[in-house]
């Protein structure tokens, strides 16, 4: 009897992927004497566009420029997460998204949003080729789903782990998972790890309409 593989989402982390060392962070200060979270070797690539500091994160890539190894179910890798939140491309493979009528996103849980909702989401979009099998493998979208087409969903935040200065060097604090809006002032000592958009425009689809739908680049 043959066995349907699980497929792996671009944005799972894999085996062997760690994040940098705590070591590498340091409390940095402004003239004014304000203080932030830093590396010791930041570049740019650090930051986002809003100034934002990222989690570092190894990546085990392949020849065919895929992440490969080991899945870590249970974890996502923030670059990849990152990429494509930001590109709004799919989380499973990569690819483009966008279809004339908008974004396809998979919501987990029972229950349609209403369409005057405002809805956060650290889930990158899936893209129609894909969204069949995310809802068939996915243990979070197999207890209840909803597809929804969203034509607007500006950036919103983070999620990740707030740290504070101590007389005893850094610290980092327990995080909750709940997204801190850009431009928080708690951001100047927090590591990201995942983006968050809110979806602010959408409505609420069967896959099976999805079908007859084209993505365009």
Known sequence: M???SRLVPYITSRQGEEPESYLALRASFDGAGRSALGYWDESPDDRDPLGVLWGRCSQSIGRDGLPSGQPQWRLIHPARQRETMTKLHCQICAGPTRTPAGFPFLAPGNGAPRSETTLLTAQPPVCLAHMRVAVEQ????????T???VRRAPLYGVIGTPYEWTAHGIKALAGDDVPVRYRDPALKWFLASQLVRTL??????????LSTLNSVS
């Not at 602010?200 to 309409?209: G, H, I």
């Open 138 to 145: 996915c243990p979070h979208l197999r207890r209840g789903y």
């Open 2 to 4: 043959s066995t349907v």
């Open 200 to 209: 602010t425009d959408f409505a609420v689809v069967e896959l099976d309409s």
């Open 147 to 149: 597809a929804l087409m």
